[in-house]
């Protein structure tokens, strides 16, 4: 296989070859920010890998939450994979429109509710599309299936963590977020969030991660893009961004470099930007 690691990513190639097997699941993960203004259900509607479900980010979330798409309560994400035909004992392989963005979220989801079968397809719809690969418009036929899900807690912090971790420096915390946004130049999007970042924070921006195909980098290759911002691989790990989202590539890099103690702060900017208690550094 051409991916070097199949645990986390696969191949246009191999998801192609794989498209019929009965044991994988496809999801189109697709989401972008509101000011893209597009709109990713109606393009999944228009065109698709075959047979994928649209996994929806902002559906299938904490509906009682005010910060965006946080992570689900498991009772809510068994019965949305139920619903969409997705079980125990099946290969989930989750790809977006952007190439390598969203998905990775979903990903870190499914790990997050303990299952690690769960790969990201590397290149994402881009790829497949500029390579002739397949793609359709018919909705797949969808059949409950028992899934069984137990809510990870090591995986996730909270902002109460958070606080603690930028005050003691016991893990270090990586920030996704573009180096602009990360030193305070730019006005955040969301209404009320202050600019800046978390005390003690690296920033590691999602997109120095990718390859300009916009498929995720080699290993060696991750590693020195970490030790370059500055991150010490000793410690540790907690990634950040705007929504939680973006997070998700940085911890999908970490795995591939093999630092698993690594944890995603699902609130991210979004939480710490909007309590005028918490600190915040600039440039």
Not at 25 to 41: F, T, V
Not at 193 to 214: A, C, E, F, M, Q
Not at 241 to 264: F, K, P, Q, Y
Request: with cysteine; aromatic share 8%.
């Amino acid at each position: 296989m051409p991916t070097s690691d199949p645990q986390l990513l696969v191949s246009t190639e191999w998801l192609e070859a794989h498209l019929n097997a009965p044991d994988v699941k496809i999801l189109d993960a697709s989401w972008y920010l509101p000011a893209e203004g597009r709109d990713p259900k109606a393009e999944y509607a228009e065109a698709h890998i075959p047979g994928a479900r649209f996994f929806d980010i902002d559906e299938i979330s904490d509906s009682n939450s005010p910060l965006p798409h946080m992570a689900p309560p498991v009772e809510k994400f068994i019965s949305r994979m139920r619903a969409m035909g997705i079980g125990d004992g099946h290969r989930v392989v989750v790809y977006d429109s952007a190439g390598l963005f969203s998905a990775a979220r979903v990903w870190w989801l499914f790990r997050l509710f303990g299952k690690t079968d769960c790969a990201v397809l590397d290149g994402g719809l881009p790829k497949w599309r500029a390579e002739g690969r397949p793609v359709d418009d018919m909705e797949p036929v969808m059949r409950d299936r028992h899934f069984t899900a137990r809510r990870n807690a090591g995986l996730v912090r909270d902002v109460s963590q958070m606080a603690a971790h930028a005050k003691l420096g016991d893990t270090q915390i990586i920030d996704a977020r573009s180096p602009a946004r990360f030193r305070g130049e730019e006005v955040e999007a969301r209404p009320g969030l202050r600019s800046g970042h978390i005390p003690g924070s690296k920033n590691v921006y999602y997109k120095d991660l990718l390859t300009d195909l916009g498929t995720m980098k080699s290993a060696a290759d991750l590693k020195a893009v970490f030790e370059s911002a500055g991150v010490d691989l000793g410690k540790p790990l907690v990634t950040s961004c705007g929504s939680g989202v973006t997070a998700a590539i940085l911890s999908l890099a970490l795995e591939r470099i093999g630092h698993g103690d690594n944890s995603l702060y699902d609130g991210s900017w979004s939480e710490w930007g909007m309590y005028n208690d918490l600190k915040v550094e600039t440039g």
